[in-house]
C-alpha cells in the first residue's frame, strides 16, 4: 500500500506496514474477479444484480477497511480513492433499487449524486497522490500548468466527442437532468485528465500505482463507451464489466499498498514532462479530425499534418534541449558525488549557518547524527537542534562567532537525539561571512558521546562502587573531610554509622559468590531507603559500609536511631535465598580535633566493640576501645607467630559415668601460653583467630594432638575404651576439607573413629543449617560421634535438631548450677534431659562442682564433667589418673575373684 512520506525524498521500493495482508488481497481479488465474469455470463436479472453489487459494494467496502488500517500520515489519499470506489458503489445499489421500484431506469435520481460524489472523491485521492511535495499536499507551479493545459485539452476533446453542447441543448428534459448528464463528461475529463500525466510523468509507480491506473483506466473507457454508443443494450455486460475491473482494480491497488511512492524529484523536467507541456499543440489537429469525422470539415489533412509536423519538431527541440541539460547536469551530480562521497565516508557534518542562526546547506550527515535521516536541514534554527537547557548558550555562541575573526574556535553542544537521549558533539568553527563565495559561519560537526560517557563512567568508577552504586571509600573520604571543615565553621557535629555485615562469608562460601553481591546490592538500597536526602551512604569494601550524617545538632541521636533503623531492616531476609543476617555497627562523634583517619578509625573499633560483644548490636566509641582495640591489634600479631612458636598446649578434662564415677573419656581444651603475657584463655584468643582464619591451623593442631594423645592412653590400656572430644570452631566446619583432615587425624594417630567426639556450639549449626547439616552427615559416615556444645544456651537449634545427625547433648554449666537439691531436678534441667531420652541421645552434664549436682543427675544422666571430679589436666596428669584408675580396676577385680575363691 502506498504511504504518506515523512520527507521530501524517499525509496519508491521502502515497505511500510499498514493495509491487509497480501494474501488475504489476493483472494479478495480472486473473488471479484470470479463474480465479475459470473455477472458477465449472465448480466440480466436478479443474479446480474447481485453479481455486480456484490463486486462494486463488496470492492468499495474491502478498499475503505483497508485505507482505514493505514497509518494516519498515509490514510488520507487512499481514504479518498477507496471512498470514491465506495461511493460508487452505493450508487450503483441506489440506481438498481430505484429501477426496481418504478420498473423504469430514471434519467436522473439519488444514484446520480453518489456517482458524481465517486469522481470528486477519486479526484481527490489522485491529486494527493501526484503531488511532488507530499507532506504538504500540494502541487509546484510546473505542475499545476501541466494538469491546467491536460485539463482544458482533455474537457475540450471529451466537451467535443460527448457533445456537451447537444446536452445543454436539449430541451425535452429538466435542466438538473441536463446539468447531470452534462456533469459526467466534464468528470470524466478531470480524471483523464489526472490520470493521463501520471502515467506520462511516471508519477504512479509500483503495483499498486499499475492497479490504479488500470482501474480508472477500465472505469472511463465504460464511461466513454457508454456516451459514444447509441443503443448500450447489446454492449451493456461488457461495460458492466469495465466499471466492475475498475473498481476492484482500484480496490487492490489499495489493499496491495505497500509504500511504493510515486516519483518525487522536484523540478525534474524529462521527456514525459515534455510531451505533457506539448500536447496543447495536438489540440487543432485533434479538432481538425473530430470535425471531418463528424462531417463537418471536408479536408483536415493541410491543418492536421502541419500542426503534426510543428508539434514534432517541437519535440525534437525541446528534447534535444532536455538531454543537453542532462548532460551538463551529470556533470554537476559527478562533482557532487565526488564532493558527498568524501563527506559521507566522514564521521563529521559540515554546516553553513547564516548570522540569523539558520542553516543555509542540506547537510544530510547532520541528519543522520541527529536521528531524523532524510530531513533537510537547509533553513533549520541552529538553537532549536540543541537540547533545550543549551540554547541560550547556543545562541550565546553563535553571536559570539558573528563578530569572531576567521581564526578556529572549538566548543562542545548537547543535542537532543530523534530518540530523546541527549548526544554530546564537538565544534569547530569558522567565521567566513567576509567570504562572498560562504557568506557564514562553516562549523565542521563531530560526535563526542561515547568519549563523553567513557569520561563520566571513569568519573564514576572513581568515586562509587561499581557493585551497589554507593559512593566509595575515596568519595567517603572527601565528603568526610568537608564536612569536617563545614563544622568548624558552625556548631553542627558529623558522625559516622559503620558496619560490618556479621558472617557474609558463610553467603559467599556456601551460596556462591553471585549470591552474595546480590544481598549486598540489596542491604545498599535499604540502607539508602532509611537515610535522609544530606546522608551519604558508602561501601568501604567487602562487607563493610558506612553512613556520614552531617550538619546535625543532635548527631548521637540519630546516629543510634539510624542504627537500630538498619537492624531492623536487616532482619527481614535478604537476597534470592532468603538469606538472614545481622550487623555489628560502630558509631563515632566529631570533636575539635576529629581528622578523617581518627574518625575512620574509632568507628571501626566501635564496630569491633560491638562484634566482639555478640553482633548484631550497635556500640559508641569510647576512648577506653582504643587501649582494648591497641590490645587486640597486638594478640593478634602474637597468635600468627604462637603456633609456629609452640605457645598452644591442650589440657584434658575427665568425662565419667556418673553412676560408677569411672572415667570413660577426655574433652581436650586449648590453652595459650604466652610468652610475655602468660596463660591467656581461649575466651579472649578464639574470636581473634575465628576473624583472622588461623583458627583452621589451630584446630588442625588440636585434633591432631588430642587424637595421637588418646591413642597412645588406649594402647597402655587396651581395656579401655576412652573416647576424645574435640571442640569444632564454625570457620573449621565451613572448609571445604573439614572432612579430608578428620580422616587423616585418625588415620596418622591410629585412633578409632568411634572414639573420637566433635563437639560443636549449636550457635554453628544455626547459622547456615542446610550447610551444616550436610557437612555433619558426611564427618558421621567416618564412624565418629557428633555432641552439640552448651545445648540451650541460645538460639532455636529446636528446630534444627532433627535434621542434624547428632549422638551428644551437652548441657551447660549454667543449668547445671540450677541444682539445689539431690531430691529434684530444676525444670529446665528436666527437660532438657527428657528431651534427650527422647531423641535417643546421650546426655553430658558439664561444670558439675557439687556433691549435690552429682546426686541429682546420677539417675537421669549418664555422663558429667566438672571440678567435682578433676580441674583439666595435663597429658602427664591425665595419664597418672588413666593409670590409677586401672589399677584401682584392677584391685577390685583381685578382690572380686578372692572373695569368689572363699
Known amino acids: 500500500m502506498r504511504a504518506t512520506p515523512t520527507n521530501r525524498a524517499l525509496d519508491a521500493l521502502t515497505p511500510l506496514p499498514g493495509g491487509l495482508p497480501r494474501r488475504r488481497g489476493t483472494w479478495l481479488l480472486a473473488l471479484f474477479v470470479v463474480l465479475a465474469a459470473a455477472h458477465t455470463w449472465h448480466p440480466v436479472g436478479n443474479f446480474g444484480d447481485a453479481t455486480y453489487l456484490g463486486v462494486t459494494l463488496g470492492a468499495g467496502a474491502v478498499g475503505l477497511a483497508a485505507a ?22 452505493i450508487g450503483d445499489f441506489c440506481y438498481t433499487a430505484v429501477t426496481r421500484i418504478r420498473d423504469e431506469q430514471p434519467d436522473v435520481s439519488i444514484a446520480d449524486v453518489f456517482y458524481l460524489a465517486s469522481y470528486i472523491a477519486l479526484a481527490i485521492g489522485l491529486m494527493n497522490l501526484l503531488a511532488r511535495r507530499r507532506l504538504e499536499r500540494r502541487f509546484d507551479r510546473d505542475d499545476l500548468i501541466d494538469l491546467g493545459s491536460i485539463f482544458i485539452l482533455t474537457v475540450i476533446l471529451v466537451s467535443y466527442v460527448a457533445d456537451v453542447g447537444q446536452i445543454f441543448a436539449d430541451h425535452s428534459v429538466s435542466a438538473v437532468t441536463r446539468v447531470v448528464w452534462a456533469a459526467y463528461p466534464v468528470l470524466d475529463a478531470t480524471l483523464l485528465s489526472l490520470l493521463v500525466p501520471a502515467i506520462l510523468g511516471r508519477r504512479l509507480r509500483g503495483v499498486s500505482g499499475a492497479m490504479i491506473a488500470a482501474g480508472i483506466g477500465s472505469w472511463l473507457a465504460s464511461d466513454f463507451a457508454y456516451m459514444w454508443i447509441a443503443d448500450v443494450n447489446p454492449q451493456s455486460a461488457w461495460m458492466d464489466l469495465g466499471w466492475m475491473l475498475g473498481a476492484t482494480s482500484i480496490s487492490y491497488a489499495v489493499m496491495n499498498n505497500r509504500g511504493s511512492r510515486s516519483s518525487d524529484r522536484q523540478g525534474r523536467v524529462g521527456v514525459g514532462s515534455v510531451l505533457i507541456a506539448l500536447t496543447p499543440l495536438a489540440v487543432p489537429g485533434a479538432i481538425e479530425t473530430w470535425f471531418y469525422i463528424r462531417g463537418y470539415d471536408p479536408n483536415p489533412v493541410p491543418m492536421f499534418f502541419a500542426g503534426l509536423a510543428l508539434f514534432a519538431l517541437a519535440i525534437a527541440r525541446a528534447v534535444r534541449l532536455v538531454r543537453a541539460r542532462d548532460f551538463q547536469e551529470a556533470q554537476l551530480r559527478h562533482s557532487e558525488r565526488y564532493f558527498e562521497a568524501l563527506t559521507h565516508s566522514s564521521a563529521d557534518a559540515v554546516i553553513v549557518v547564516d548570522t540569523n542562526g539558520r542553516i543555509v546547506n542540506d547537510a544530510p550527515r547532520l541528519a543522520d547524527m541527529i536521528g531524523f535521516p532524510g530531513m533537510v536541514t537547509t533553513g533549520a534554527y541552529v538553537p532549536d537542534l540543541v537540547a533545550q537547557p543549551e540554547r541560550k548558550r547556543a545562541q550565546a555562541i553563535l553571536n559570539w562567532l558573528a563578530s569572531a575573526d576567521e581564526s578556529v574556535h572549538k566548543g562542545e553542544v548537547q543535542i537532543t537525539h530523534a530518540d530523546g537521549s541527549n548526544r554530546w558533539f564537538g565544534l569547530r568553527a569558522v567565521n567566513l561571512t567576509d567570504d562572498p563565495v560562504v557568506d557564514g559561519i562553516v562549523v565542521n560537526i563531530h560526535d563526542i558521546t561515547d568519549a563523553k560517557l567513557a569520561e563520566d563512567e571513569l568519573a564514576r568508577l572513581a568515586f562509587h562502587d561499581s557493585l551497589t552504586g554507593l559512593t566509595n571509600r575515596v568519595l567517603f573520604h572527601d565528603r568526610l573531610e568537608q564536612a569536617l571543615k563545614r563544622t568548624a565553621r558552625s556548631n553542627d557535629d558529623v558522625a559516622i554509622v559503620y558496619m560490618d555485615i556479621d558472617s557474609f562469608k558463610t553467603v559467599n562460601d556456601s551460596r556462591g559468590h553471585e549470591s552474595g553481591d546480590q544481598v549486598l546490592q540489596q542491604i545498599a538500597a535499604r540502607l539508602l531507603s532509611t537515610v535522609r536526602p544530606a546522608d551519604t551512604v558508602a561501601r568501604l569494601g567487602g562487607d563493610e559500609f558506612a553512613i556520614l550524617i552531617e550538619s546535625s545538632r543532635q548527631p548521637l541521636e540519630e546516629a543510634s536511631k539510624l542504627a537500630d533503623r538498619v537492624l531492623t531492616l536487616l532482619e527481614e531476609p535478604l537476597g534470592p535465598q532468603q538469606v538472614v543476617l545481622s550487623a555489628s555497627i560502630g558509631i563515632t562523634i566529631s570533636d575539635g580535633l576529629s581528622t578523617v583517619s581518627s ?56 568425662i565419667l559415668e556418673l553412676r560408677s564415677e569411672r572415667v570413660v573419656g577426655f574433652e581436650a581444651l586449648l590453652r595459650w601460653h604466652h610468652p610475655t603475657r602468660g596463660l591467656i584463655a581461649p575466651g579472649t584468643f578464639s574470636p581473634i583467630a575465628e576473624g583472622n582464619g588461623s583458627i583452621i591451623a589451630i584446630g588442625q593442631w588440636v585434633l591432631n594432638e588430642a587424637c595421637r594423645t588418646a591413642a597412645q592412653w588406649r594402647l597402655r590400656d587396651t581395656t579401655l575404651s ?10 573449621e566446619l565451613e572448609s571445604p576439607d573439614i572432612v579430608d583432615r578428620v580422616r587423616n587425624a585418625l588415620y596418622d594417630s591410629g585412633l578409632p573413629p568411634e572414639a573420637l567426639v566433635l563437639e560443636l556450639t549449636e550457635s554453628v549449626l544455626v547459622e547456615d543449617p542446610i550447610a551444616s547439616a550436610r557437612r555433619l552427615h558426611e564427618l558421621r559416615d567416618l564412624g565418629l560421634k557428633l555432641a552439640i556444645d552448651d545445648f540451650g544456651t541460645g538460639y532455636s537449634s529446636l528446630s534444627y535438631l532433627g535434621n542434624f545427625p547428632v549422638d551428644i547433648l551437652k548441657i551447660d554449666q549454667t543449668f547445671i548450677n540450677t541444682i539445689t537439691s539431690a531430691e529434684e531436678l530444676p525444670a529446665i534441667v528436666l527437660g532438657l534431659l527428657s528431651l534427650a531420652e527422647t531423641l535417643k541421645l546421650e546426655t553430658v552434664a558439664e561444670g558439675i562442682a557439687l556433691n549435690v549436682q552429682l546426686q541429682a543427675l546420677r539417675s537421669r544422666c549418664k555422663f558429667g564433667q566438672g571440678y567435682l571430679f578433676a580441674e583439666p589436666l595435663s597429658p602427664e596428669s591425665a595419664g597418672q589418673l588413666l593409670e590409677l584408675a586401672s589399677w584401682q580396676r584392677a584391685c577390685t577385680e583381685m578382690a572380686g575373684v578372692a572373695g569368689q575363691t572363699r
Do not use: C, H
Open 722 to 731: 576412652l573416647s576424645m572430644a574435640v571442640n569444632i570452631s564454625a570457620r
Open 599 to 654: 574518625m575512620l578509625r574509632d568507628a571501626d573499633i566501635a564496630m569491633y566493640q560491638a562484634k566482639t560483644t555478640g553482633k548484631n548490636r550497635w556500640a559508641l566509641y569510647d576512648p577506653r576501645m582504643r587501649a582494648a582495640a591497641v590490645e587486640f591489634e597486638e594478640l593478634q600479631n602474637d597468635l600468627s607467630r604462637a603456633l609456629a612458636e609452640n605457645q598452644f598446649r591442650l589440657v584434658y578434662q575427665p
Open 68 to 89: 482505514l488500517r493505514l497509518p494516519r500520515d498515509r490514510r488520507y489519499p487512499w481514504f479518498w480513492i477507496a471512498t470514491g470506489v465506495m461511493s460508487s458503489g
